[in-house]
């Protein structure tokens, strides 16, 4: 397992969401081989919707831009291994 190896870049998450998060990536890892992004981000997003409800979403890799608007308090990018994590839950129109 890598808990404790991520690091945080930008979020506004509440620590608690913050470290279910980054186990859940470690988890992933474990499980998918790291060049599987697909399947990495999927695990994060069926875990986050599972203990949060639906609506989330998960992108992983090594070198991605992004332009989203997200729900206050679901957001958080990191860093674990070679791969970077952005979870969030998308907001409401």
């Not at 609506?55 to 957001?75: A, E, I, K, R």
Request: hydrophobic fraction near 45%; proline fraction near 2%; glycine fraction near 8%.
């Amino acid at each position: 397992m890598l808990e404790g190896k991520a690091r945080i870049k930008e979020t506004d998450m509440p620590e608690k969401m913050q470290i279910q998060a980054m186990a859940c990536a470690s988890q992933a890892l474990d499980l998918h081989d790291v060049i599987d992004c697909i399947s990495i981000a999927a695990h994060v997003k069926r875990e986050f919707d599972k203990m949060y409800g639906s609506g989330w979403q998960c992108v992983v890799g090594s070198n991605f831009g992004c332009f989203f608007t997200h729900t206050p308090g679901t957001f958080l990018y990191f860093a674990l291994e070679t791969l970077n994590f952005l979870i969030f839950k998308g907001a409401s129109s």
